[in-house]
């Protein structure tokens, strides 16, 4: 193809040579006008590729590929292997149609990894599922199918049926990377629909690091929606201002099979949904560390969280200003095993006076459900959180005998009047293992190093004290100070600094030496203080708003 061909002879000509290619395409912006969605190898209506290519522009700001309506943009067809789009903005895109025809208003690609680098996908429309981008594959061979997005922007695209993805949809057991991501303003507008920002169903491993999931809509998961056996690993993420008509107002996964979903250092905040704001989770193990979930809320339960058959972990994390209007303002769980460790739950609030059979408790936990399930709290505050009846603070909702809630080294405080603590069915939940307060006498702390009905904890407000998080201090004086039963502490606090010898109850470790060095610090010097590993968020500039440091998640409240 000389100079003076067009984008769609450039891609004609690429299709008939078996080698890889590369279509360079200077700024300016190429409409597709050749109506006619047939099948036709790119003849007429969308572009379609047949082999392996790269399509690489001069910038995603300047070269624009739109597809003004008349079909979707691209088709990566099976066995394409390998197709990279960069340094392009694809626009403009409408599949419909029967069949596969109706997915992926943007880029729609079988069998093919596709690498998607410093580009938007934007403005685009799927009668079916994957609005921008969709990338399936009906076989379990991995090999034959991938999806990066690499530097790129997913926005303001719709997927209309109940196929899911808004922004993506995967589809298939092969890995998913989305690194430096920023995918926003998606929306699934069908009723049942999962994923208004990103549907991953069934992928085989997810990995998502320094990235953004906001505003985005969709009945089932807002932001992102995660199906069947899948390993998902968030890192460095910020998921805002999602909201779920139904369920996982940030995040909705059904895992099941045992697979894993970790959070590391991220903020889910200011999502909604009518369950879990933040998360909801059925099936599987999710793990949260580092991280902050703020400002979310449910028309139901778990204005945080929400969870079912799950075991959840939770260590070095903040949740905070989240509300429910039923039950649990901050985690409501449902079956399973569960920790929370070194962790602060603070103003999380329940806000009906008049809940679903009589269940108002658990500003900050609460647990129910027909099974047993166990809650274990380790040197974790959880400190004014607000339910109108028992159990402002820990609320043991269906509790079936044989269920545990088991406090060591907590601090549990809150407005008076209202039981902190509350059973709605059997008795004696509550073990204590020692070192635990409680501002009255409902927790049933019975080891001889608890303290109950203690007036005043001496906390300081929320604040960056060093770490990732926001903690909650101990002043002066603090009766929690020195409290903790030493051999049931972890080695570290919230904020990862060391404990001493006389370790203090609550997640937060005072007379500790604290060098908060703040954002753009020596990375080095970090690490070695605090253990984790600084991810190259701090070189982006397109997510800048989740800078992680020292002084916590960083950004618009």
């Not at 900050?364 to 339910?387: E, K, Q, R």
């Not at 960056?464 to 101990?474: E, K, S, V």
């Amino acid at each position: 193809c000389d100079a003076d061909c067009s984008l769609r002879e450039a891609v004609i000509a690429a299709n008939a040579d078996a080698s890889t290619d590369t279509v360079i395409l200077p700024a300016g912006t190429y409409a597709l006008t050749i109506a006619g969605a047939a099948e036709n190898a790119g003849e007429t209506g969308d572009l379609d590729i047949l082999g392996p290519v790269t399509i690489q522009g001069d910038a995603a700001a300047t070269t624009i590929i739109d597809a003004g309506g008349i079909d979707r943009v691209f088709h990566v067809e099976s066995g394409s292997t390998r197709v990279v789009f960069a340094n392009v903005t694809i626009r403009g895109g409408s599949a419909a149609g029967a069949g596969t025809d109706q997915n992926g208003g943007g880029i729609y690609a079988f069998r093919s990894l596709v690498t998607i680098l410093n580009s938007v996908i934007t403005d685009n429309t799927a009668q079916g599922g994957g609005g921008g981008v969709d990338v399936n594959l009906d076989s379990t061979n991995p090999s034959l199918a991938g999806l990066n997005l690499l530097g790129s922007t997913v926005s303001a695209n719709t997927a209309m049926g109940s196929g899911g993805g808004g922004g993506i949809l995967a589809g298939g057991r092969f890995p998913v990377r989305i690194s430096h991501g920023v995918i926003t303003g998606n929306h699934n507008t069908s009723g049942g629909g999962r994923g208004g920002g990103a549907f991953f169903a069934g992928s085989n491993s997810l990995d998502i690091v320094a990235s953004a999931f906001t505003d985005n809509t969709a009945a089932i998961g807002g932001g992102i929606a995660i199906n069947q056996p899948i390993s998902a690993r968030f890192r460095n993420t910020l998921i805002e201002g999602n909201t779920a008509s139904s369920d996982g107002g940030g995040i909705h996964a059904v895992p099941r099979g045992g697979e894993n979903t970790l959070i590391e250092t991220s903020a889910i905040r200011g999502n909604a949904a009518r369950g879990g704001g933040a998360l909801y989770v059925d099936g599987g193990a999710i793990a949260i560390t580092d991280s902050e979930l703020s400002g979310n809320s449910a028309t139901g339960t778990g204005g945080a969280v929400s969870t079912i058959r799950t075991n959840l972990t939770i260590r070095g994390t903040t949740i905070t200003g989240n509300g429910a209007t039923i039950l649990a303002g901050g985690i409501n769980v449902a079956f399973g095993s569960h920790l929370i460790e070194n962790s602060t739950l603070a103003g999380n609030t329940v806000t009906s006076a008049a809940g679903s059979n009589g269940v108002i408790g658990g500003g900050a936990i609460a647990t129910s459900g027909s099974a047993v399930a166990n809650m274990t709290l380790v040197n974790t505050t959880v400190a004014d959180n607000v339910a109108p009846a028992g159990g402002s603070q820990l609320f043991c909702g269906s509790c079936k005998a044989g269920s545990v809630f088991l406090l060591r080294n907590t601090v549990i405080t809150g407005p008076p009047g209202v039981p902190l603590c509350a059973v709605r069915f059997n008795s004696g939940p509550f073990t204590s293992e020692g070192g635990n307060l409680s501002g009255d006498a409902n927790c049933d702390l019975g080891d001889p190093t608890d303290q109950e009905s203690v007036a005043d904890m001496m906390l300081s407000a929320l604040a960056a004290n060093g770490g990732p998080t926001d903690t909650r201090g101990l002043q002066a004086g603090s009766p929690a100070i020195g409290a903790a039963v030493a051999a049931n502490c972890p080695a570290v606090d919230q904020r990862g600094f060391q404990r001493d010898g006389m370790c203090d109850s609550g997640a937060f470790e005072a007379n500790v030496s604290v060098d908060n060095f703040g954002c753009g610090a020596d990375l080095d010097g970090l690490r070695k203080q605090l253990g984790y590993v600084v991810e190259e968020i701090l070189e982006t500039p397109t997510v800048g708003d989740i800078l992680y440091c020292l002084g916590g998640l960083a950004g618009a409240a």
